[in-house]
């Protein structure tokens, strides 16, 4: 198995525009989570799915984050407009099945500068 | 979930035990103790997890005191590739999401 795949792993894009960060879970993983990484903050959980419901979503910041997932294989980070503040590593980690007593496999995350 | 307190740093010796402690001792009696590990520039890796009992796998031991109370991930013969930020998680039986904390920076030196 390939792993948790995210793309891209680098953005760098400008203040006010419209960031979409791509997440494939390992297959057969019915859990997906979405986190974010700063100095500041260290490991924040965004949100999080299960059966590709969100389950909850009280760690995304604020309106201009939005999470979907239309399918099994595939979920979207997206913020718009972005801002500075939300340069980060955004990592997505996929479980079989929540998390108690199993293991959650992280992507390689994707490095996000917003200028 | 209960709270845990981990050193924020350590070194280690290559080819040495590295010996992480955290502390739980909050912790009630249907929560596991995770460990997961993050070597820089990558996503977080799981290294062991267990309940009571003390476990064992192939990357490290976690012995877990009567007590419940503080734990110790074992390193057996850390490398150079061991160098990374090591959590420690506790999670109630349950749980639907992982939280981590600030972790403890391993360093193993040559």
Known sequence: DAGVIQSPRHEVTEMGQEVTL?????SGHNSLFWYRQTMMRGLELLIYFNN???IDDSGMPEDRFSAKMPNASFSTLKIQPSEPRDSAVYFCASSRQGVQGEKLFFGSGT???VL | DAKTTQPTSMDCAEGRAANLPCNHST?????YVYWYRQIHSQGPQYIIHGLK???TNEMASLIITEDRKSSTLILPHATLRDTAVYYCIVVIQGAQKLVFGQ???LTINP
């Open chain 1, 22 to 26: 791509r997440c494939k879970p390992i």
């Open chain 1, 52 to 54: 590709n419901v969100p």
């Open chain 1, 111 to 113: 490095q996000l500068s």
């Open chain 2, 27 to 31: 912790i009630s009696g249907n929560e």
């Open chain 2, 53 to 55: 009992n003390n476990e």
């Open chain 2, 103 to 105: 972790g403890t920076r």
